[in-house]
């Protein structure tokens, strides 16, 4: 049915007569339960899970009453779930049903994913955030949204009544009531002067802490309870996971799908490699990812170019193929990949069965190189023809580390 609506109308029609009535009820049904609860919402192109997860922790672990909802996991009333398959934000219906849950709970805060579709879609509306937290806006749905400034618009609504913005110093152009930010460099709470040390990888980790110690201030959280608690941060299933083996190489699972994600997890795993001295030069590092189909197409060259100039050696395989051709998906991304100057065979390699890429990846690794697996991260299942069958990126690097 869902299928056939989407056929048959453009979005404008689906989201104003299907997605927002549809909100209202839920709204309606379970007694507008946002209206009790603190909510902090978080949306970004990329460190959105992440960035969730730090919040939540810092408040658990300052001893707040407070639930959360991302795309891996949920923790609602003190239950934990896992969501792992495709999902982004849950419907009206499940949101305020599981936000009922956690407001009979006794929660007082409850930590959101928000997306740039379920923003467009109203599945959050009648929520007024406390806190709307931007983590960045890079190249990404273009395929959804028709251009970036209509993106950018999109994520705009997650702050546009919020109490509070949390935002990227480098995005401008927010109304709200506060605004505080962050960065590397500059913003209210920048690395530069915080020099925050994190347990995971990555500037763009560092990042994700930075905005989450803001949410921290803004709430009056003491500082240096939430910076202990950031420092504790152990990382996420399928969010720079190091797959431990006795082969002398690092397996790293990441979720980076995106231009940007996929660079910043290139670049803090070439960071990881150490630097060149006079007894030995740093491993190679080697990508292995795809892209998906039904999805923005324009990132595709542009994933293959940051895997050329990055990674010593690119293996381009399935990510979600659904009902394109994976091999037309693969030779797009590619392109890319030879106008950084790859080679077919040398640097550049291409097997769409993610299962035999990962295998060869591994079969081509030497002692001190890094692989990592993008795309797919913490997803228990790959869409083949609409069909989602079970997949894991993990099981299948122990796999073929275990038959030798």
Request: proline letters at 3%; zero cysteines.
């Given at each position: ?56 922790q ?22 934990s ?41 109203y ?100 500082k ?5 608690s ?52 740093p ?12 999805r ?53 390699y ?5 299962k ?12 001190g ?8 991260g ?11 069958r079970?997949?894991?990126?993990r099981?299948?690097?122990?796999e073929a580390?275990?038959?030798?």
């Open positions: 049915m869902k299928n056939l609506i989407h056929s048959l109308l453009p979005q404008w029609a689906i989201n104003n007569f299907y997605h927002l009535p549809k909100a209202i009820l839920a709204n309606i049904l379970y007694g507008f339960p946002f209206r009790k609860l603190k909510v902090i919402g978080v949306t970004g192109t990329d460190g959105k899970t992440t960035t969730v997860n730090m919040i939540y810092i408040l658990k672990q300052t001893g707040k009453k407070v639930s959360m909802i991302s795309t891996i996991n949920g923790v609602i009333a003190g239950k779930y896992d969501t792992g398959f495709h999902v982004t934000s849950p419907d009206p219906l499940t949101v305020q049903k599981l936000a009922q849950e956690a407001l009979n709970n006794g929660d007082e805060y409850l930590v959101l994913e928000v997306t740039s579709h379920a923003l467009d879609q599945r959050f509306w009648g929520i007024k955030f406390e806190v709307g937290v931007i983590t960045n806006v890079t190249h990404e749905h273009l395929d959804y949204h028709g251009n970036f400034e209509n993106y950018l618009k999109t994520k705009f609504r997650l702050t546009g009544d919020a109490k509070f913005a949390v935002l990227n110093q480098g995005i401008g152009g927010v109304r709200a009531s506060k605004v505080v930010t962050f960065g590397l460099e500059n913003g209210d709470f920048n690395q530069k002067e915080i020099k925050l040390k994190l347990q995971i990888p990555g500037e763009y980790n560092i990042e994700n802490a930075l905005a989450a110690l803001a949410v921290a201030y803004v709430l009056g959280i003491d240096e309870q939430a910076l202990r950031l420092r504790n941060f152990k990382g996420l299933i399928g969010r720079m996971e190091e797959v431990k083996n006795n082969r002398g190489i690092r397996i790293i699972i990441d979720f980076a799908h995106t231009p940007n994600g996929l660079e910043q997890a290139l670049k803090a795993l070439r960071t990881s490699r150490g630097p060149k001295d006079q007894q030995a030069s491993g190679r590092l080697i990508a292995v990812f795809g892209a998906a189909s039904q923005d197409i324009l990132k595709r060259p542009m994933m293959g170019k940051i895997s050329a100039k990055l990674a010593d050696i690119t293996i381009l395989t399935d990510e979600d193929p659904r009902f394109e051709s994976r091999n037309k998906i693969i030779e797009e991304i590619a392109a890319g990949a030879y106008s950084k100057g790859a080679k077919d065979m040398e640097n550049l291409k097997e769409p069965d993610r035999k890429a990962i295998r060869l990846a591994i079969s081509l690794s030497r002692a190189d890094i692989i990592g697996i993008f795309g797919k913490h997803e228990r299942s790959m869409n083949y023809q609409g069909i989602e079970p997949w894991s990126d099981e299948a690097v122990e580390l275990s038959d030798g």
